[in-house]
Antibody, heavy 116, light 110 residues
Framework: EVQLVESGGGLIQPGGSLRLSCAAS????????MTWVRQAPGKGLEWVSV???????YYADSVKGRFTISRDNSKNTLYLQMNSLRAEDTAVYYC??????????WGQGTLVTVSS | QSALTQPASVSGSPGQSITISCTGT?????????VSWYQQHPGKAPKLMIY???NRPSGVSNRFSGSKSGNTASLTISGLQAEDEADYYC??????????FGGGTKLTVL
């Protein structure tokens, strides 16, 4: 059974950094397309970043240069390093996997709140 | 990376059919057969309902169907049930090798 469990969210001051983790089970992270999607409170879904099985990474313009997606194959875990955080980054962050064109499995999400 | 355009809300009575539209451009919806649809109940993670325009994952009711014409994709739910009340989001692959979501549509079952 495929499972994704996010962690690492919390309250952080503007300008700060945070690293989210997404522990996977039931499949191999390094062999799959892995993505981060976020949802601000009361708002819609926003695609954030992707890492392909070959290692290529892509980012939404809103986070490019500030966020870095990576994975640890030995831990079967996906990460999102978030730097220079802004109030508008406040959201529930979901990790998801599927094909390269849709998201079949989702985690339960982790809340990141950027506030002073 | 502009969001795809969806109606903010739609409604229907039990047993009826409704359709939610999702409009993009030739760089996303119109350029690829890679539109997907997600259902999200309050406080829950999204659930994949349709992928690659018109395919249903295993376990999704055949009351849900998808289609596309030009730059606009559509999700149709037939035989509306109370449990269908939720937010629905479309998504598309883009020419920038990224993904984009629609703004979401709140479905109310009257």
């Amino acid at each position: 059974e495929v499972q994704l469990v996010e962690s690492g969210g919390g309250l952080i001051q503007p300008g700060g950094s945070l690293r989210l983790s997404c522990a996977a089970s039931g499949f191999t992270v390094s062999s799959n397309y892995m993505t981060w999607v976020r949802q601000a409170p009361g708002k819609g879904l926003e695609w954030v970043s992707v890492i392909y099985s070959g290692g290529s990474t892509y980012y939404a313009d809103s986070v490019k240069g500030r966020f870095t997606i990576s994975r640890d194959n030995s831990k079967n875990t996906l990460y999102l390093q978030m730097n220079s955080l802004r109030a508008e980054d406040t959201a529930v962050y979901y990790c998801a996997t599927g094909s390269g064109t849709y998201f079949e499995y989702w985690g339960q999400g982790t809340l990141v709140t950027v506030s002073s | 990376q502009s969001a795809l355009t969806q109606p903010a809300s739609v409604s229907g009575s039990p047993g009826q059919s409704i359709t939610i539209s999702c409009t993009g451009t030739s760089s996303d919806v119109g350029g690829y057969n890679y539109v997907s649809w997600y259902q999200q109940h309050p406080g829950k993670a999204p659930k994949l309902m349709i992928y690659d325009v018109s395919n249903r994952p295993s376990g999704v009711s055949n009351r849900f169907s998808g289609s596309k014409s030009g730059n606009t994709a559509s999700l149709t739910i037939s035989g509306l049930q109370a449990e269908d009340e939720a937010d629905y989001y479309c998504s598309s692959y883009t020419s920038s090798t990224t993904m984009v979501f629609g703004g979401g549509t709140k479905l109310t079952v009257l």
